[in-house]
């Protein structure tokens, strides 16, 4: 949202002055964080699965797509680390409501 909306802009000419593919996957994951924090904040189940998409897609993109962001290995390791961390969190939920 900071790139979208100019705060921060840097000598490059901000957000209109990037390629359409950019802007594209910027607007994309910014609507897509957006919705998936508000179904996290409500406790809803949909809320993980939007979040899970879009760490899965933000892993795509930079992997199969580096002209877009680039290839940034930090970020990859990030993304696969916090789904890695819900996926036990998750396990370890399910293990005590069986008791």
């Known amino acids: 949202w900071v790139a979208i909306c100019g705060?921060?802009?840097d000598a490059d000419g901000g957000f209109q002055a990037q390629q359409l593919?950019?802007?594209i996957a910027t607007v994309f994951f910014a609507i897509i964080d957006l919705v998936a924090a508000?179904?996290?904040?409500?406790?809803?189940?949909?809320?993980?699965?939007?979040?899970?998409?879009s760490a899965v897609t933000m892993i795509a993109?930079?992997?199969?797509?580096?002209?877009?962001?680039?290839?940034k290995p930090f970020v990859l390791a990030?993304?696969?680390i916090?789904?890695?961390?819900?996926?036990?969190?998750a396990?370890?939920?399910?293990?005590?409501?069986?008791r």
């Open 61 to 71: 993109v930079h992997t199969f797509l580096p002209q877009i962001y680039g290839f």
């Open 38 to 53: 508000v179904g996290l904040w409500l406790a809803a189940p949909w809320g993980i699965v939007i979040w899970l998409a």
């Open 82 to 89: 916090l789904i890695c961390c819900y996926g036990y969190i």
């Open 78 to 80: 990030a993304e696969a």
């Open 91 to 98: 396990f370890k939920a399910s293990r005590e409501q069986r």
């Open 21 to 23: 593919t950019w802007q």
């Open 7 to 9: 705060f921060f802009a």
